[in-house]
């Protein structure tokens, strides 16, 4: 046209689009239609719907259906997506009308305009790839689309695999190094028994790592393709040796061990795999959350507070009070926590509200999802690496709190009995006093019993705290703590 566009034409008729893109007509009424976030599609989806296209071309190249220069430019113009070229020309919203078919067609007409070149032919000009004919053949939006996703959210459960692992890992070395730092444990944010501040950290490990196992856990849904099923499920216009070949095609090239979903059908109509991914990641999240506020807690003050712990001062914590620091890498953890709770709902309704042979709701329940992922696996790195791996403690001030706390009444209320020990519970807080002392000057126990009752060993592991004491003094069988 000459005004830096040109005509393209599609079934509801002609439109302009930018001389220089890639796309077509079809992309450039969804960015019209659907101004929605002001985001674009994720770099692993694009990625994986690159290799979509690739493995359908190099199957209808294998059954005899597309010809072989043709299949080859595609395959060339995929794997330029695949490395991270022709970006900035996926440009339709996340969140679209459609079930997706702008995303599908983003991808049909860019790889259509670049294979075209590589064939001697110029973009946007479809004589020679057609992106419905050639890149799109034996393939509908409700089969690539939904098999993009399940390869872009495998890669991405491995990468936030990996970081919850590190993550666990650190909080495990935390444990080890504060194994030996007995603490006041706290329940309804009162005084309770002893408990070591390794303990804590040990225990946040086995939710963090129970976390990533319930993830791993949802990816093998993932691997089950509906390629093939095309438009509702039946196959129409894919040749079943099409449909063996492109999963097998798809396995090899992305490295997982793909299947063909035993019902097509179902696997087209049905999301239930992808909500098991966002409860997984929902109860991740959850994990996390009360990590992070357990963290901040121990650390807060430096003056006001528990002050138990430090976490690493990262940034100034404020424009107008000097030396303040804020938990800034634990507060980030709390707000991805709440926008993942939140995206579950999203993906929750999202997947019930699928009707008959399709679930239309599809690009909400997917840019809800990835997002969920991508900001859990990056924010725990962060966590990691600028939190966890720093966290020093507080010995003094532990001891303190420890020698202040009434708690430890309860390991000897097996050796004075619930009444006489309540009634040093209630002196010990009336004045003041550590509960010891009040034992001694009552003379109901002697100063090396103590020692043994409340030394960290007793106090902090199962069974009677000073039991070998308690035999002699009572004569009882009961078995003494190993």
């Not at 690739?54 to 294998?62: I, Q, S």
């Amino acid at each position: 046209m000459g005004d830096g566009f040109r005509l393209e034409r599609d079934s509801l008729g002609t439109g302009r689009v930018p001389a220089d893109a890639y796309y077509g007509l079809q992309t450039q009424r969804a960015v019209e239609n659907f101004p929605i976030t002001g985001e674009r599609l994720h770099p692993e989806l694009i990625r994986a719907l690159a290799l979509v296209k690739k493995a359908a071309a190099l199957a209808n190249m294998e059954v005899g259906l597309l010809p072989p220069h043709i299949g080859q430019a595609i395959v060339k113009a995929a794997d330029e997506v695949m490395a991270g070229g022709l970006a900035d020309q996926f440009v339709v919203d996340p969140i679209q009308g459609g079930a997706g078919t702008s995303i599908n067609m983003n991808m049909n007409e860019v790889l259509a305009s670049r294979a075209s070149e590589l064939l001697g032919g110029r973009r946007g000009d479809h004589a020679l790839v057609h992106p419905n004919n050639h890149v799109n053949m034996s393939q509908s939006t409700n089969d690539a689309v939904p098999t993009a996703v399940r390869l872009a959210l495998l890669r991405l459960i491995d990468e936030t695999e990996g970081a919850l692992t590190d993550l666990a890992a650190a909080l495990e070395e935390k444990a080890r190094e504060f194994r030996d730092i007995v603490k006041v444990g706290r329940t309804h944010l009162q005084d309770a028994v002893p408990i070591r501040l390794g303990q804590e950290f040990a225990a946040w490990a086995a939710a963090v790592r129970r976390s990533r196992d319930r993830l791993r856990s949802t990816a093998d849904g993932l691997l089950d393709v509906n390629m093939g099923a095309t438009a509702v499920g039946t196959g129409l216009n894919a040749d079943p040796g099409y449909i063996k070949v492109v999963v097998a095609k798809l396995a090899e090239l992305s490295g997982y061990p793909l299947r063909s979903a035993a019902n097509l059908v179902d696997a087209t109509q049905n999301v239930d795999v992808l909500v098991a991914v966002s409860g997984s990641l929902k109860a991740a999240a959850v994990v996390l959350d009360k990590v992070a506020n357990d963290l901040r807690l121990l650390a807060s003050g430096p003056r006001a507070g528990l002050h138990e712990i430090n976490l690493p001062p990262v940034q100034p914590g404020s424009s107008i009070m000097p030396g303040k620091v804020n938990p800034v890498m634990a507060e980030v953890i709390n707000q991805v926590a709440f926008r993942v709770i939140g995206n579950d709902l999203t993906v929750t309704l999202a997947a019930a509200a699928g009707q008959l042979e399709l679930n239309v709701m599809q690009p909400v329940l997917i840019y809800s999802l990835i997002q969920s992922i991508t900001a859990l696996r990056n924010s725990v790195r962060a966590f990691t690496e600028r939190a966890v791996r720093g966290i020093t403690a507080n010995p003094q001030d532990i001891r303190e709190f420890l020698d202040r706390s009434v708690a430890v009444v309860t390991a000897l209320s097996p050796h004075l009995g619930y009444d006489a020990a309540a009634e040093v519970a209630k002196e010990a807080l009336r004045t003041g006093r550590p509960v010891a002392e009040i034992v001694r000057e009552r003379g109901l126990l002697s100063p090396e019993e103590l020692a043994v009752i409340l030394s960290p060993e007793e106090l902090t592991g199962p069974g009677i705290a000073g039991a070998s004491l308690r035999q002699r003094q009572q004569g009882d069988s009961s078995p003494s703590r190993s």
